[in-house]
């Protein structure tokens, strides 16, 4: 999978959480190993759904407490979560899949601090490893 990287900067703007509308994403928590891309053929998404309202500044450390919250095995120290952005190609019924960061449940990350602005996401998957 080929990581997804910016050449131009974007400045974002400060979302006003109290007066703008969250939005809802859909995350795919997948224990050890990501979702075949096949199981998003044709309107259909894998079982392992988590779906968070949460706005375009969310980062991905924020996105990592949320589902730590909701999902004990992935609270121990030292699991990694890999965000993976599922994208359909287009005009074509296949989809893509682009890594977008990674972060570390009790430790610091480079990618601690990016935002689903960032990424220009469609849906998350994340892959949990202990």
């Not at 080929?2 to 974002?12: Q, R, Y």
Request: hydrophobic letters at 35%.
């Amino acid at each position: 999978m080929a990581a997804v990287e910016s050449l131009v900067k974007v400045e974002e703007k400060p979302v006003n959480r109290e007066k703008t509308c969250p939005l809802l994403l859909r995350v795919f928590c997948a224990m050890g190993h990501h979702n075949n891309l096949s199981e998003y053929y044709r309107g259909n998404v894998p079982g392992n759904e988590l779906q968070i309202y949460t706005w375009m500044d969310a980062t991905l450390r924020e996105l990592t407490g949320l589902i730590k919250e909701v999902n004990i095995e992935s609270r121990v120290r030292g699991t990694t979560f890999d965000f993976v952005l599922v994208s359909p190609e287009y005009n074509c019924p296949r989809f893509n899949a682009f890594e977008i960061g990674l972060t570390v449940a009790g430790n610091r990350s480079p990618d601690d601090s990016k935002t689903l602005g960032n990424t220009r996401y469609l849906e998350i998957i994340v892959n949990i490893h202990f």
